[in-house]
């Protein structure tokens, strides 16, 4: 006799917990095939401000924390990452309707980006930064630091995982929070890695990932006062131009939508896109 | 006249060689603006200088076509070396012709000859011999090998710094191979017509960069003229925001230099002398017309009454006159707009119980003027503290410990500048840490190099002037093969799994 198998609750994941959505409502998740999954949380505007709130927590300790340190941490979530593969094979599988090797590369490819942005952390600065030679007696530096949070509206095509790790990762290398808006046709893998970083040792409010419909939440992130920046990698087919024109009542950071296969690529840019370059004039006495 | 007081001493004017009239740069020629033209006048005596011309859409297109046709035909196909040796040239010429810049800043825009001889000019000519040499040097400007340039950069610049703002937009945008149509404020277009006639006298093609005078509207279109790539401003943050908005969904490249209100943190140990000098310097240097000005003083409790009458006895010093006496310290105010700003925000401070003094000075008859103003028991609440006043006004608030210095001078929307005073290194450096500002002085303040990046956090803009990030504004990565071009190529990691690896190869 087969055993009858335990299905998972798929939350919200804010403030290092897994909440409900607090509006009540869930979606229901649909394999390629059209077989139901799961009910994924639904979340609401208040999710998103909450998650906001989780992530500027977040924000003094973790943009405070060493270099070295937030690099280890990011290193910590692919090697937990690695040890859960077999999951996140079957849900991509069976969220994307792709077969077991495809799934499979997509799950090493996104471990290896988190283990290429891991090692950005403590070389950043200095391929970004600058001492600078100024005319007078001072030592004058310039160095790059996290803009704050950063919401982002994950890749909403293929490759749910890829996509996420990828528009989340390089925000985290500076010492952002960030506040992501899952794929929603794929919101399995994205929970599911909301439970890695659960255990690892990336702290509470860090990462807060919310599912649902990106175009019903996007336009509150992106009016929000509390937001610095904002990443439409995925939402090119949402109305971009407005959430931008929203995003500029704060003057946030934005980056625009991309789309093809090489959306969301790798790069230092990415990491750059959220920083602030800091120059401090600092006096030097006249001997 | 007593024995101890000071004779005038006005800079001449006879270098001078002003028209009563002045047209549009465009394409390598004044040209007469299609607008109705209007007249920019000394601050100080409120006599007209000369008439300047309107720029209407017809003539924003023409300064856009031209700087596309030289982009196309000549600027873009030129080698970086010689790029730069115009650069070299035009930075030799403004210091040949130093000193008649000098004078007509300080005529149009009112603030004294002392800085614009020592401080505007100079750096005028420093801005771009520094970018000259990067003109060549383009692979090490931190986009990667090989950057291209954007196109056609649109430049609208403020008022408070006039010459020396065009230096920072036009400088960087040609050495990295764009051409310019660039606005000046309408109250001080002089000095950059001046510049078009040292850009003819360096013999730069006609089209690289093209000067174009008029009210808000003229930047207006300048800068949602879909013929432009580039867009950078500098200015306050409502017209900042509108060009964010603005420019939303295209592919514009921005970069905002926007309000401020910077704190000037004086701790309990600070060099006291060097201070209230620094506290004088963050505030009233250029009238206070200063984007990064330190205009909110924070200083520790205990030191609270012994730095204020320090500062009333300094500001009793300050000279405020005719700015084209050697000795003036404080000169005339922009406009009378502005004044108007200055007044009203100062009475609602009073208003909202805020204790005003101002230095006892003698305000000239005709002309613009606000004396030194400082208030005290401010709270981090008031108008006075959170808005920008953009002149001579200093508000005090004070503070217990680091952290609290920390919280109140984060306490803004903005994040241009701020100041520590302190001699402790340590403290400097963790204090330094935690303010969300992008330009911080220790045991200075006001000080600017073109090495070195400028610009803000938060609502105080995006991008920087200055130093390679000031020249990286205006590139962008090598084109790639493939859909994608943000990336830096050499920013790809290169791994057997990497699918955009693989891509990237084929």
Known sequence: MNRLAIPKTYKLYIGGKFPRSESGRVYEVLSHKGEFLANAAKGSRKDARDAVVAAR????????????????????????????????????????????????????????????????????????????????????????EPTGIVAIIAPQSAESLLGLVSAIAPA????????????????????????????SDVPGGVVNIVTGS??????????????????????????????????????????????????????????????????????KAIL | MKFLDYAPAPE???????????????????????????????????????????????????????????????????????????????????????????????????????????????????????????????????????PASLGVAAQVIPWNF??????????????????????????????????????QQADLPAGVVNIITGAGSTGQTLVNHPGVNKVAFTGSTSVGRAIARSVAGTDKKVSLELGGKGANIVFDDAPIDQAI??????????????????????????????????????????????????????????????LARIRELSELGQREGAERWSADCVIPTTGFWFAPT???????????????????VLSVLTFRTPAEAIAKANNTPYGLSAGIWSDKGSRILAVADKLRAGVIWANTFNQFDPSSPFGGYKESGYGREGGRHGLAAYLKPAVRTGSRSAAAVHATPVTKKSTSAKKAAK
């Open chain 1, 57 to 144: 927590s977040a924000l003094g300790g973790w943009a405070g924390a060493t270099a070295y340190n937030r690099g280890q941490v990011l290193y910590r979530i692919a090697e937990l990452l690695e040890g859960r593969r077999s999951q996140f094979i079957d849900e991509i599988m069976s969220c994307e309707g792709v077969n077991a090797a495809a799934a499979s590369a997509q799950v090493d490819e996104a471990i290896d980006r988190w283990v290429w942005y891991a090692g950005w952390a403590d070389k950043y600065v200095q391929v970004a930064g600058n001492a600078n030679p100024v005319s007078g007696p001072f030592f004058n530096l310039s160095v790059p």
């Open chain 1, 214 to 283: 990106p175009a019903e939440i996007a336009p509150w992130l992106a009016s929000h006062a509390d937001v610095n920046a904002l990443d439409l990698v995925g939402a090119g087919d949402l109305d971009w131009v407005e959430l931008q024109i929203s995003a500029a009542d704060t003057l946030k950071r934005v980056l625009p939508p991309e789309t093809g296969a090489d959306a969301a690529a790798p790069a230092l840019s990415r990491i750059l896109a959220f920083t602030e370059l800091k120059t401090v004039w600092h006096t």
């Open chain 2, 374 to 392: 400082i208030f005290t028991n401010v709270s981090t609440s008031h108008r006075i503290a959170r808005d920008e006043i953009f002149g001579p």
């Open chain 1, 172 to 199: 985290l290398v500076a010492g952002n929070t960030v506040v992501v808006v899952a794929n929603e046709s794929a919101p399995l893998p994205a929970i599911s890695l909301g439970e890695v970083l659960a255990t």
């Open chain 2, 277 to 338: 000098e620094g506290i004088v310097r963050g505030i009233f240097f250029n009238q206070g017309h200063v984007c990064c000005a330190g205009s909110r003083l924070l200083v520790q409790e205990s030191i609270h009454d012994d730095v204020i009458d320090r500062l009333k006895r300094s500001m009793q010093t300050l000279r405020l006159g005719d700015p084209l006496d050697k000795n003036t310290d404080i000169g005339a105010i922009n406009s009378a707009e502005q």
């Open chain 2, 12 to 146: 001449s004017q006879a270098l001078l060689g002003l028209k009563t009239d002045y047209g549009l740069f465009i394409n390598g020629e004044f040209t007469a603006g299609r607008g109705t033209p209007f007249q920019t006048i000394n601050p100080a005596t409120e006599q007209q200088i000369a008439m300047i011309a309107t720029a209407n859409e017809a003539d924003v297109d023409a300064a856009v076509a031209a700087a596309r046709h030289a982009y196309d035909g000549v600027w873009s196909r030129l080698s970086g070396s010689d790029r730069g040796k115009y650069l070299f040239r035009i930075a030799r010429l403004v210091q040949e012709r130093a000193r008649e810049l000098a004078v007509a800043e300080t005529l149009d825009n009112g603030k004294p000859i002392k800085e614009t001889r020592d401080v505007d000019i100079p750096l005028v000519a420093a801005w771009f011999f520094y970018y000259a040499g990067w003109a060549d040097k383009l692979d090490h400007a931190g986009v990667g090998p090989n």
């Open chain 2, 162 to 199: 006039p010459l020396m703002m065009l230096a920072w937009k036009i400088a960087p945008a040609l050495a990295a191979g764009n051409t310019v149509v660039l606005k000046p404020a309408e109250t001080t277009s002089l000095t950059a017509l001046l510049f078009a006639e040292i850009l």
